[in-house]
């Protein structure tokens, strides 16, 4: 499978028109601190956990092996990641 999204450097997009069942469950193999650049409508969802709304400036720090997902918005996702 094709991920569902682009990387330009430490930046991550994905589109809005992304097929929502390509945005999958998974876990890293390292720990990620990302931060939310741009997009609308985003959630981020760890397992057994309630989704979280996404903002510009927020920051998540995803611990590696830990299961997560992001949920569809209504633009599109910029995301950078360090680490």
């Given at each position: 499978?094709?991920?569902?999204?682009?990387?330009?450097?430490?930046?991550?997009?994905?589109?809005?028109?992304?097929?929502?069942?390509?945005?999958?469950w998974?876990?890293?193999?390292?720990?990620?601190?990302?931060?939310?650049?741009?997009g609308?409508?985003?959630?981020?969802?760890?397992?057994?956990?309630?989704?979280?709304?996404?903002?510009?400036?927020?920051?998540?720090?995803?611990?590696?092996h830990?299961?997560?997902?992001?949920?569809?918005?209504?633009?599109?996702?910029?995301?950078?990641?360090?680490?």
């Open positions: 499978m094709d991920n569902p999204y682009t990387d330009k450097s430490n930046i991550r997009t994905f589109s809005k028109d992304v097929d929502e069942m390509d945005l999958i998974h876990r890293d193999d390292e720990d990620r601190n990302i931060e939310v650049l741009e609308k409508g985003w959630q981020f969802q760890r397992d057994n956990e309630l989704p979280l709304s996404l903002t510009k400036g927020d920051c998540i720090f995803i611990p590696r830990q299961v997560h997902r992001v949920i569809k918005g209504t633009t599109d996702l910029k995301i950078k990641i360090n680490g």
